[in-house]
Every structure is written in structure tokens, then in C-alpha cells.
């Protein structure tokens, strides 16, 4: 067991607001703190959305479920947000200027002991350990999207990191009900982007050069590897902005993937963001995926 009681998660969007409640959940009290009343308002409103999956996909009862909101606060004061925080979890946009500003924010108003972790997709954490002030109780902490059914916590730290914070995390991502993934040394995109970006990239290649449509494309994979959702499949679950994102640092100069970064770009600009706004690839909360017939001749 952990000491790790009060939790603060900094960024209550899509992945912010599900690691808020997965704490909460599994008796964790939570402090969501984002920059604003309307990011605030939606953070709540994501929360409660996830009612419907909880009880879908894990059984919880409408009481367990009510129990982990009651373990809930929201701040738009990051003062007040950290000021008993056990650890704070950062989740917000993955720009690099913007988690400098933050970092250096926050290691002026959380407590000394407070440990601090990020959430990024993408970057490693000696990119930001120097702002926080606290290098040996700084690491990464990545959770993948559904967290309550995808439940691996990936944990990376740097030459700095104490391993006893490092250990800690590990332990503290068991209570919450995630399977640690331990990594040795940092590496962008960690185990799983690294292995799910290429595919979902080359998919997006076939599409963007216009060798095939999504549904075929998913249609190929599912059927030859027996998976569950193909590449554009998980596009809509990662969310788009979030693989618009990721594909760009990784492929921005890159003169071929140009038409895919465009048609996102265009995707994203209608608001088809994927499962969050229930319209990317595929139309939200029945996607023909999930169709028996969808992989039918």
C-alpha cells in the first residue's frame, strides 16, 4: 500500500477526466483542476458521462459509481488544486511550451513531498523534470484511452527519478486497478504508441494516397489478425486531435504524410474528433465495426 490518498489531475479532458474518476473510483479522492469554468463545466460533464461504460463494461453499480463522485472536487485555482496533493497527475495539451509554463507553475505551490507525473503520449520526461523543481520525484504515467478496460499504466522514468518514487508509482498504479508496464529507460511513445502508431500511420497513408477506404482497411485487419477494431477503429478512440498531434512531430517532415496530416486537419475542423464527439470514422456509440455483419463477404 501507498500513502498516495489525495490525487490532483491537472487537465480534465478526454484521458484527463477518465484518470480523475478511475482514481476516485477505486477510493482515491481526486482534485480536477483546469484553466477555466468552461473547461471545468466540461471536465464534470465528461465525468459523469461515464456512468453508461462503467456499469456496461464493468459491472459497477449506480452506488459504487455515485461513491467515486463523491470523492471528486473541481478547481479552476491551481493553488487550491495542490495544496494537500499526494501526487499530481498532469494531463494537459501536448504542447511543449505549455507543460514548461505549467511545471514551473506548479513547483512553486505543491507541497515539497508532492510527487509529480505526466500523462504525455509523446514526450519523455527529462524534457520537463528540470521545471519541476523536483527531478527525483518527477516521472511519466501513461495511461491508455478507456482506461477502465484498457488498463495499463505505463511508467517511465529518468537517471534522476528516485526508483523508491519510481516503485511507488508502480504500486500506486495497482490500487487504482491498472497493470504497470515498467520501463527501463525513456523511449517517445513508450511500449504501446510505439507499436500502435506505425500501423495506425501506414493505415492512414492508404488512405490519404487513396488506395483504400477506412472501413477496408479495418475490414483487412480485423479479419487477418482476428482483432477486435482495426486502425481507424482506434483513430476514433485515441481521438483525432490526439493522433493529429502525435503523427505530426513524428512525420511532420515527412512530404508524404502530408494528405494525411490535411484530411485530420479538415476531420478535426468539422468536429469529428472520434468517439468523444460520437462522429469520426465511424458514428458513436454503435460504430459498424461492432456490427456482426461488418466482416461479412
Known sequence: MTNIEQVTVAGGGVLGSQIAYQCAFKGKNVTVYDIGDDAVAAARERVKALRTAYKRDIKATDEQFDAGLGRMSFTTDLSEAVKNANLVIEAIPEKPSIKHDFYQSLAK?????????????????????????????????????????????????????????????????????????????????????????????????????????????????????????????????????????????????????????DKLNAMIEQGKLGEETGQGFYQYPDPDYRDPGFLKA
Not at 520537463?128 to 511519466?140: E, I, Q
Not at 499504466?153 to 518514487?165: H, L, Y
Not at 493522433?243 to 494528405?259: H, T, V
Open 109 to 261: 505551490l505543491a507541497p515539497e513531498n508532492t510527487i509529480f507525473a505526466s500523462n504525455s503520449s509523446t514526450y519523455v520526461p527529462s524534457t520537463f523534470a528540470s521545471d519541476t523543481g523536483r527531478p527525483d520525484k518527477f516521472l511519466n504515467l501513461h495511461f491508455a484511452n478507456q482506461i477502465w478496460l484498457m488498463n495499463t499504466a505505463e511508467i517511465m522514468g529518468t537517471d534522476q527519478t528516485d526508483p523508491d518514487i519510481y516503485n511507488q508509482i508502480v504500486s500506486f498504479a495497482r490500487e487504482i486497478g491498472m497493470v504497470p508496464i515498467q520501463l527501463h529507460k525513456e523511449q517517445p511513445g513508450y511500449v504501446l504508441n510505439t507499436l500502435l502508431m506505425p500501423l495506425m500511420g501506414a493505415a492512414g497513408m492508404l488512405w490519404a494516397h487513396d488506395v483504400a477506404d477506412p472501413q477496408t482497411i479495418d475490414k483487412t485487419w480485423m479479419i487477418a489478425t482476428g482483432a477486435p477494431k482495426g486502425p481507424f477503429g482506434f483513430y476514433d478512440m485515441v481521438g483525432l486531435r490526439t493522433a493529429y498531434n502525435i503523427l505530426s512531430q513524428r512525420q511532420g517532415d515527412n512530404p508524404q504524410a502530408k494528405p494525411l496530416l
